[in-house]
């Protein structure tokens, strides 16, 4: 079983990430969906965060990337490129949605050089907004970041464009076509219902009024 199937696996059992097409969920953009994702619950396990590690690991390797800090989107991606960065023994930072309105001002929070090689980790990849702010970020002060990681991505066209404009790949451990494998040899989800996931996936924006929602 590969990393990407036992994170899939890990996730629908917890409940980190759940389907309901009948009830769909809210996102934070407001749009109603059939699908949701809450990695958080992926931390209280340290065999699940030492395995989101190893796949991330797999993920660098693959790239076959030069990277001498590790940074975090704050929150949710804070923890596992803080165990990553642990395990490579390289320097961590965190990068703030938007500047501190008081103290330093600070956006980027650890330490950060000029010019150094820098990788992001998040821990999903919707719309990838935030991702790629982050990405900007710490540009702007001077590093470089060639790549994004992150635990899951829901492969949205949005997401593919947001990150092909700023020049950076975008790469998941887990992706959403591996997880539909997944879900239906283990949730007993119905063709039809994997059909409505891949047709959600395609136009996720108008999903929930084609539908009646």
Known sequence: ?????????????IGAIQFNAQQPFIWASGYKMPIYNDNR?????????ALITQGFQDLL????????VIAGTATAGIPHATTLADLLQLPLIYVRPAA???????????????????????????????????VTAIRE?????????????????????KFKSISCGIH????????L???LSTQNLSTNEIETLRSWQKAPFKWAENNGF
């Open 181 to 183: 494998k997944v879900a």
């Open 61 to 68: 390797k693959k790239c076959a990337a030069k990277v001498e």
């Open 100 to 134: 501190k309105i008081h103290g330093m001002g600070n956006r980027i929070e650890g330490p950060l050089r000029q010019n150094q090689q820098v990788l992001v980790i998040e821990d999903l990849v919707s719309t990838g907004g935030s991702a790629a702010n982050a």
């Open 141 to 161: 002060a001077g590093g470089i970041v060639n790549h994004c990681f992150s635990i899951f991505s829901y492969g949205l066209t949005e997401a593919a464009d």
């Open 172 to 179: 998941s451990i887990l992706d959403f076509s591996e997880l």
């Open 1 to 13: 079983m590969t990393i990407a199937e036992n994170i899939a696996r890990v996730a629908l059992e």
């Open 41 to 49: 619950l992926l931390l209280g396990n340290a065999g699940h965060r």
